[in-house]
């Protein structure tokens, strides 16, 4: 017997449990306000119903296992977007699009990333399905700056990039042999100046671009001289103005960290007092059964990030009930809005059981 957990693997204990589904409910409770109604995708599914689902997306970073009652290879979900996409081509298939789907839930990961040490994380997400317009974009972007406000996250700020920038470019004004796209694609990545200058030095003042996003925004603009990108340009910018004043925004058009499978639009989300991201989310491409592809945008937010900052505690405030106290009593202080925690032995004292409140002759006095 061990009381120790796998690497990558923790218990979550009072009070940050309690924060976190409070956090949980308030993200959801906004996202249902604005259509999105909840899914609950299975923790397991065949292997081969989950790799390929999305267009690009890498082999998967999850766990298998052979399924001894199937003996099927089986996969742990590491990311719930392809769960939903599945759900979205198949069982919800002929449903009218677009679709509005939500979901929370673990995730495992193979490996821990940079998001966190962590291998099992709590996603809380939205997906539009049917749709990767502008539109849909500043939706989604909308629902989640929202229900990070319900949730009481303060001072966000969105990391907007341009996932396909470097093929768009290497299709069109700044030609590249396909075959050094990836390479170029890290460099950027890497901010690797001189590794881009190597190999593809057109390429060299994306890094300069990245920056708070109007600034960004303009160099990029200035580059783009035979219009490749005025669309995406142009979009970006409406997306950036429907949450500006309300979120710090910056642009770093070759981030791909994170982003595999993300087409013209992916994002990141930051939270002050938060080390890395507490989400990210993007437009992608959704692969059906009989190879018909459909584009679709959303966001995951990663609830141990944000509770672990201390963002979504609330003060505790818990109320001591002496023994042989009359239960209506009680239980009118819970209909008060308290939580009651009653004494079930003699020597049961509220310091032993956390309280901030004592209830004495009907009234709630504060100890300490
Ligand atoms: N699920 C992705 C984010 C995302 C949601 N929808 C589109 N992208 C992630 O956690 O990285």
Redesign the pocket.
Known sequence: MTALLPEGFRDRLPPFADAAARLEAAILGAAYAHGYERTDPALAEFESGLSGRLKAARAQDAVRFVDPVSQATLAIRP???AQIGRIAATRMGHHPRPVRLSYAGPVLKLRASQ?SPERELR?I???LIGLDTVAAAVEIVQVAVAALEAAGVTGVSIDFTLPDLVATLAAGPLPLDAALIPQVRDRLDAKDAGGVADVAPAYLPLIEAAGPFDAAHDRLCALDAKGALTSRLDGLWRIAESVRGRVALTLDPTERH??E??TWL?FSIFADGVRGEI??????TIVHENGAEEA?????L?ADAIVAAGIGDIERKRLFVPLGTEAGIAARMRGEGWVTVAALEAGDTPEAQLCTHLLRDGVATPLG
């Open positions: 990311d719930m977007t998001l996603q997400g939205c997906e994170g982003f499978y993300q992916g989400g990210r989310g993007g437009s992608y679709a945008i959303g966001f995951s990663y």
